[in-house]
């Protein structure tokens, strides 16, 4: 998907937030008097977010893109109830939700880890890492690159006019590219990891 602008993005996040509360698309109108313009600038609006490949229209209904549609999310239960069930609504202090800590403009996408050489940093084997698409790295940061088309998660740093991958794992060793002999591509930060509980209660047991 095209990177959005942001007042692009602002009527995207305008579509979801309606559809997350009310659970229908709003109407142009709707989001002319939500976003405090011209329905003839929310067509537009709407126009080029098609376009870019955020909405789809069917039957003159506008809705997002498979994958954008977001739902209210996991409960979040800010102290400890007493005498009352803990998901009563009146304990409930918000949602929880990918949406609520990642950027969703497009510019993030999420892998899942095969091996253990991130282990020391907290990337295990199973993972899921969130990665914000960059096309340079800073020295130092965890981030994906890839070497003739394989994809690694390692620390990068800079050494003249190579790069050095550096594992957090004694049981690896640190690479040293030269982007002149092979084909290096480095395609975002490491933002966040998801891991499943259940997994890691089940490793723990061997």
Not at 51 to 62: A, F, I
Not at 77 to 91: D, Q, T
Not at 160 to 175: F, S, W
């Amino acid at each position: 998907m095209e990177t959005l602008t942001d007042r692009q993005r602002r009527v995207l996040e305008a579509i979801l937030h309606f559809m997350e509360t009310e659970e229908r698309p709003p109407s142009t109108r709707e989001l002319a008097t939500q976003l405090g313009c011209h329905v003839k600038t929310v067509w537009q609006y709407l126009s080029i977010l098609e376009r870019k490949g955020y909405l789809v229209r069917k039957k003159g209904r506008v809705r997002p893109a498979p994958g954008l549609t977001r739902g209210r999310g996991i409960p979040i239960v800010g102290r400890v109830a007493a005498g009352a069930p803990i998901l009563a609504v009146e304990h409930i202090d918000g949602y929880l939700s990918i949406d609520n800590l990642f950027p969703t403009d497009g510019s993030c996408f999420c892998l899942s880890v095969h091996g253990d050489s991130m282990r020391n940093e907290g990337i295990l084997d199973g993972d899921y890492v969130i990665v914000r698409q960059k096309p340079d790295f800073d020295d130092g940061e965890i981030g994906v690159a890839t070497i003739d088309d394989e994809a690694t998660i390692k620390t990068l740093r800079r050494r003249e006019r190579l790069v050095v991958l550096i594992p957090a794992n004694d049981d690896y060793e640190m690479m040293v590219i030269d982007p002149a002999e092979h084909e290096f591509r480095y395609l975002g930060d490491v933002i966040g990891v998801l891991r499943m509980l259940k997994r890691l209660r089940h490793d723990r047991a061997f």
